[in-house]
């Protein structure tokens, strides 16, 4: 029997404080980071999930200890070897960042993942990979599973690289490049989606004491070891959207604890665009606080950069008084599900009318009917259903386990936020 969530119907005014658990993508790099660092690194509130599990298990197969505390992860680094077969879920920054540092190793490492897994496009790492000296088996499909046989050595230099697909296939190579022979010379063929990404890799890069510069077509990272550093990981930003977007779907107030002042991470820019929607956005001494009027208004903008916040502000614009248009986000077909289509089919059902562009989606809210909807084993996806719900009588979603993914009690936290018990599941 399968699980099936009743989405909370929420009318009325929130009024919350929320707490939220350590951002995936900082998590992600100190994690690799740490493996081929100089000596041990402390992560201090990594984010416990399914990716961040994933990448500390697969970094556990390449001989890294990776030792859990019950508070900290403790990161020691040693010999990197194969044979391993690294799962790597339906994880992007596992496919992408992983096989780089499995490069290094000496043996074979053969990543997989779950189906989907295999759909999500990878053929600009790998061969960047092999441009740098690598030898990679992936029956010429670009996508996994395939198997990086690493001899402990990778000489590196220049590289043209296509991410058009994701901003992760230039992350995974930064990463791991100053323990390359000639370091890396990043040059893109193309564009780059979720840019932020990128930086926050070349911010982390620095603060391990690696040198990164940009050049004109991309960046060059100069061989040279990484330095241990322990790090206090921030709370993830942008798992704070549903929270923060349930203020402006009831007119009600809520606030993230522990909002950085100065952070990478790219969910930062809800801060610009809920105001934008129509919500009050203000630091407190207790966090972000959000306040909505109880109307939310349309948006219209090149969401390219910032991926990872669609699903919850196009639940947002299907409760909008206006049409909205995303543009930018062409490569959100090749995440956890095809993004654009999934949103197209969640957002008619609950009587949106919505047009799949070339590069985006316009949302036009119409008269709201309850549905049940597929989670599309997309954590994203779950968390846009629950913001509908708020408003909508009788949104279900069935497999909402998804959200495991980022954040494993998303329902409680959820229930919380309401001040409801947590439903059970039928
Ligand atoms: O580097 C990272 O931590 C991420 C980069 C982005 O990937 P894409 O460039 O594929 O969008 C983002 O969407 C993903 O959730 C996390
Ligand atoms: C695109 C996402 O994940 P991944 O890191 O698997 O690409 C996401 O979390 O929105």
Same mark, same amino acid.
């Given at each position: 029997m399968s699980d099936v969530w009743s989405a909370p119907h929420h009318p009325a005014p929130v009024d919350a404080v929320v707490s939220l658990p350590g951002s995936k993508s900082i998590t992600a790099r100190e994690l690799v980071l740490a493996s081929i660092a100089d000596g041990p690194s402390r992560l201090v509130r990594p984010l416990r999930a399914r990716d961040s599990e994933l990448m500390a298990a697969g970094l556990r197969s390449?001989?890294?200890?990776?030792?859990?505390?019950?508070?900290?992860?403790l990161v020691t680094p040693q010999p990197l070897r194969g044979p391993s077969a690294v799962d790597a879920g339906l994880s992007g920054t596992v496919l992408r960042f992983?096989?780089?540092?499995?490069?290094?190793?000496?043996?074979?490492v053969t990543v997989d993942g779950d189906q989907r897994l295999r759909e999500r496009p990878n053929a600009g790492l790998l061969n960047g990979l092999r441009a740098a000296g690598?030898?990679?088996?992936?029956?010429?499909r670009g996508r996994a599973p395939f198997t990086v046989h690493g001899t402990g050595r990778v000489r590196g230099g220049a590289v043209e690289v296509d991410a058009s697909a994701s901003s992760q296939i230039v992350s995974g190579l930064l990463l791991a490049a100053s323990l390359f022979d000639e370091g890396i010379d990043l040059s893109l063929i193309g564009a780059v989606p979720s840019m932020p990404h990128v930086e926050m890799t070349v911010a982390s890069l620095r603060e391990h004491g690696v040198q990164v510069a940009a050049t004109d077509g991309g960046w060059r990272v100069f061989p040279g070891p990484v330095a241990a550093r322990d790090v206090v990981v921030e709370p993830d930003l942008s798992n704070a959207a549903p929270f923060l977007a349930a203020a402006l779907v009831t007119g009600g107030r809520v606030t993230v604890r522990d909002w950085p002042e100065a952070t990478t991470q790219a969910g930062a820019q809800l801060v610009g665009l809920l105001?934008?929607?129509?919500?009050?956005?203000?630091?407190?001494?207790?966090?972000?606080?959000?306040?909505?009027?109880g109307?939310?208004?349309?948006?219209?903008?090149?969401?390219?950069?910032?991926?990872?916040?669609?699903?919850?502000? #196009?639940? %947002?614009?299907?409760? *909008? &008084?206006?049409?909205?248009?995303?543009?930018?986000?062409?490569?959100?077909r090749g995440h956890e599900t095809d993004r654009l289509q999934a949103l197209d089919e969640v957002l008619s059902a609950v009587g949106a009318h919505v047009r799949q562009l070339p590069d985006g989606l316009e949302i036009e809210p119409g008269p709201r009917r309850p #549905?049940? %909807?597929?989670?599309? *084993? &997309?954590?994203?996806?779950v968390m846009a259903a629950a913001v509908l719900g708020l408003a909508i009588d009788g949104v279900e979603v069935a497999d909402p386990g998804a959200v495991t993914k980022t954040l494993p009690d998303f329902r409680e936290r959820w229930a919380g936020l309401l001040g409801e018990p947590v439903g059970a599941p039928r």
């Open positions: 390449l001989g890294t200890r990776v030792e859990d505390d019950g508070a900290d992860w992983l096989p780089p540092v499995a490069a290094l190793a000496v043996g074979p690598v030898q990679i088996d992936d029956g010429g105001a934008t929607m129509g919500a009050e956005v203000t630091g407190t001494a207790e966090g972000l606080q959000a306040t909505g009027t109307s939310i208004r349309p948006l219209t903008a090149d969401l390219g950069e910032v991926t990872e916040l669609v699903p919850v502000l #196009a639940a %947002l614009a299907a409760l *909008a &008084d206006g049409p909205s248009r995303f543009t930018g986000i062409t490569h959100m #549905a049940r %909807l597929d989670s599309y *084993a &997309d954590h994203r996806m």
